[in-house]
C-alpha cells in the first residue's frame, strides 16, 4: 500500500522554526519527485516546494522561498521541509506529496500534518 | 499563473450533469511535448485531494468514466456527466508552468 506519513507539525511561536517530515513506504520514492502543499483553515491548496527525485533541483513558491527548505533522504525514503522564520500566515495543513517525473500533478498525498504559529 | 474557475460553488441534482471551469492567465500548453499540464483533484471533507485528471483530459487510474476533463490553452472545463452523491466535494484544478512552479484554482464546491 502506498503511503506518505508526514510527521513534525504543531504550535511554534511567529519567528520560530519547524521541521516537517514525511515517510514514504509501498512505491519506489526515488522515482518520484515530491513536494509539499499547504492548506490554510477553510482554504484552498497552495504550493509550497518541490524536489527532483535525486534532490539536484528545487523549487520554491515566492510566498516562502529564503525561509523554507526542502531535501530528501532517498536512503531512508524521507522527504523533509525545513521551516524558518514562521509567520501567522504560515498557519496550515501541509500534505507531503508525490509526482511522477513529466505528470506535472500530485498523485500521491499524505493525510497532512498541522502547522499553527 | 492565476487560475481562476468558476463557479465558485455549484448545487446540481442527483444524476445530472456538472460543469466547473479553469481559466489560467497564461497559457499552459507545452509546444515541446503537446502536453497542457492542467490537473483536477476532488476533495472531500476531511481528506487530502485526490488526482482526477491530469493533462488535461487524461484519466488518473480508477477514477469513474463520468468524469471527463477538456481543454487547451488557457480555457478548460472538468464535467461530472452524471452527479453521484459521493461526489460532494470541492474540485480544484491547477497548472504546472516552466520554470517549475505549480498553481491551484480557488476551488468549486459541488453540492446536491
Known amino acids: 500500500e502506498v503511503q506518505l506519513v508526514e510527521s513534525g507539525g504543531g504550535l511554534v511561536q511567529p519567528g520560530g522554526s519547524l521541521r516537517l517530515s514525511c515517510a514514504a513506504s509501498?512505491?519506489?520514492?526515488?522515482?518520484?519527485?515530491m513536494g509539499w502543499v499547504r492548506q490554510a483553515p477553510g482554504k484552498g491548496l497552495e504550493w509550497m516546494s518541490t524536489?527532483?527525485?535525486?534532490?539536484?533541483?528545487?523549487y520554491y513558491a515566492d510566498s516562502v522561498k529564503g525561509r523554507f527548505t526542502i531535501s530528501r533522504d532517498n536512503s531512508k525514503d524521507t522527504l523533509y521541509l525545513q521551516m524558518s522564520s514562521l509567520r501567522a500566515e504560515d498557519t496550515a495543513l501541509y500534505y507531503c506529496?508525490?509526482?511522477?517525473?513529466?505528470?506535472?500533478?500530485?498523485?500521491?498525498w499524505g493525510q497532512g500534518t498541522m502547522v499553527t504559529v | 499563473i492565476v487560475m481562476t474557475q468558476s463557479p465558485d460553488s455549484l448545487a446540481v441534482s442527483l444524476g445530472e450533469r456538472a460543469t466547473i471551469n479553469c481559466k489560467s492567465s497564461?497559457?499552459?500548453?507545452?509546444?515541446?511535448?503537446?502536453?497542457?499540464?492542467l490537473a483536477w483533484y476532488q476533495q472531500k471533507p476531511g481528506q487530502p485531494p485526490k488526482l482526477l485528471v491530469y493533462?488535461?483530459?487524461t484519466r488518473n487510474s480508477g477514477v469513474p468514466d463520468r468524469f471527463s476533463g477538456s481543454g487547451s490553452g488557457t480555457d478548460f472545463t472538468l464535467v461530472i456527466s452524471s452527479l453521484q452523491a459521493e461526489d460532494v466535494a470541492v474540485y480544484y484544478c491547477?497548472?504546472?508552468?516552466?520554470?517549475?512552479?505549480?498553481?491551484f484554482g480557488q476551488g468549486t464546491k459541488v453540492e446536491i
Open positions: 506529496t508525490g509526482l511522477v517525473p513529466g505528470l506535472g500533478a500530485f498523485n500521491l
Open positions: 509501498g512505491f519506489a520514492f526515488s522515482s518520484y519527485a
Open positions: 524536489i527532483s527525485t535525486s534532490g539536484s533541483n528545487v
Open positions: 497564461q497559457s499552459v500548453f507545452h509546444s515541446s511535448n503537446n502536453v497542457n499540464y
Open positions: 493533462w488535461a483530459s
Open positions: 491547477q497548472q504546472y508552468h516552466s520554470p517549475p512552479t505549480w498553481t
